[in-house]
């Protein structure tokens, strides 16, 4: 392994200079603890420098939890049947959606499972979708994110003219092997295409990988370059959650501390991305960490008391209501944070689709 010198390769990092995929391979690989201190401490000087100390909320609404899917890490994976589901009305979401808005978040994330009674319904059942996708943007008068698997091109250019700002879409790895081990079934370039499509039509886009499933550092340098190369707009990490009654249930689960050094290294070379501390993993105690380590968007706030499940820890902290902003905001007050203001968060959203729409035309010039 070549001879790296950590100050020096923060420093450069801290200046913008250019990073090789080794440079990034080293820094993922960081144990000794005085070199994670100065990680993060590079990282959050990063995040001051794009951001200040603002940062943004994401209500998070999972409305449809029966998926027709099968991939090997969820616990919503078609064939599990050992859970309660449940698929919310378009007035449940409302209200939820509307409860979440009044406490202040800045965004809703409308997330689903692959609905095998929407796919069933066809055309009429995606009108409905998107019906109820634009009374959220209407009623709540905030962006709003999309989260509902590969969905049909025709409907995502719907609700691209509908002017929904973000799509996430997880690859959760770029290596294919890998990935044919977790979205078993599910084809790597078609979800890839998605993601494509939605960024020509002018949506921004969540890419997210998953860490304890198996990949290797060289795999999430790549990863993280494929986030750079794509120009993705928020890059996501979560630490893989073992669920019961799946595939990956005896998989032995991964100390949360690396996910901490990824978001970190996300943040250095993707320095002026958005890149979440989700409260999804390890609830309200894990949240400071992941802010420390660089992260500036808190995502999974949920309002409790409406039945509303979480993805990889499906009901920690949702009804003891401290996946709320009455418990969130008191540790970003401790981490020397605060929560920037709905028209910040807004400003970020539309500066961001010009400076790409800007570096589109210029592209698409370049290739005249
Ligand atoms: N069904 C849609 C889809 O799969 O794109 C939307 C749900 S997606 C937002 C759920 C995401 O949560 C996955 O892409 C994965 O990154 C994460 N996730 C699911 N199960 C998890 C687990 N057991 N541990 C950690 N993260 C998990
Ligand atoms: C989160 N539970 O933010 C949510 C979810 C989907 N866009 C996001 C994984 O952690
Ligand atoms: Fe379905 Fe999404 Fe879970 Fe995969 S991650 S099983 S697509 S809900």
Not at 24 to 52: C, H, P, W
Not at 89 to 111: F, K, P, R, Y
Not at 142 to 152: F, K, R, T
């Amino acid at each position: 392994m070549a001879d790296f010198n950590l100050t020096r390769m923060l420093n450069s990092l801290q200046n913008c200079h250019p990073v090789k995929k080794s440079e990034i391979k080293y820094l993922l690989g960081l144990f000794d603890s005085e070199d994670i201190s100065l990680l993060f401490q590079a990282a959050r000087n990063v995040r001051t420098r794009y951001f200040g100390n603002k940062i943004f909320l994401y209500g998070f609404l999972y409305f449809s939890t029966y998926c027709r899917n099968n991939c090997n890490f969820c616990r919503y994976r078609k064939s599990n049947t050992m859970l309660p589901r449940y698929r919310k009305t378009q007035n449940e979401i409302l209200a939820a959606a509307v409860e979440m808005a009044d406490s202040g978040v800045h965004l809703i994330d409308l997330t689903m499972g692959e609905d095998p009674e929407l796919y069933s319904f066809g055309e009429a059942g995606f009108k409905q979708l998107a019906g109820m996708i634009k009374s959220v943007q209407k009623e709540t008068k905030l962006p709003v994110m999309i989260s509902p698997g590969a969905i049909p091109d025709s409907v995502l250019v719907e609700l691209a003219a509908a002017k929904v700002t973000w799509y996430a879409c997880y690859q959760e790895t770029h290596n294919k092997a890998l990935y044919k081990t977790l979205r078993q079934g599910q084809g790597f370039e078609k979800r890839l295409a998605k993601k494509q499509l939605a960024k020509r039509i002018g949506m921004l886009i969540e890419e997210g990988i998953l860490t304890g499933v198996g990949e290797t550092l060289d795999d999430l340098a790549d990863s993280i370059i494929w986030m750079r190369d794509f120009c993705v707009d928020q890059a996501r990490v979560m630490t893989f959650i073992p669920q019961t009654d799946t595939p990956m249930a005896k998989i032995k689960p991964q100390d949360n501390l690396k996910e901490q050094v990824i978001i970190a290294v996300m943040r250095l070379v993707l320095p002026d991305l958005l890149i979440p501390a989700s409260l999804d993993v390890d609830g309200l105690d894990g949240l400071k960490a992941r802010l420390m380590a660089g992260a500036n968007v808190v995502t999974s706030i949920v309002p409790p008391q409406k039945g509303l499940a979480g993805v990889a820890s499906h009901s920690l902290d949702i009804e003891e209501s401290r996946r709320t902003l009455v418990h969130v905001l008191p540790i970003l007050k401790a981490c020397g944070l605060e929560p920037a203001l709905p028209k910040e968060y807004l400003a970020w959203t539309i500066a961001r689709k010009k400076a790409l729409s800007r570096s589109f035309v210029k592209e698409e010039r370049m290739t005249c």
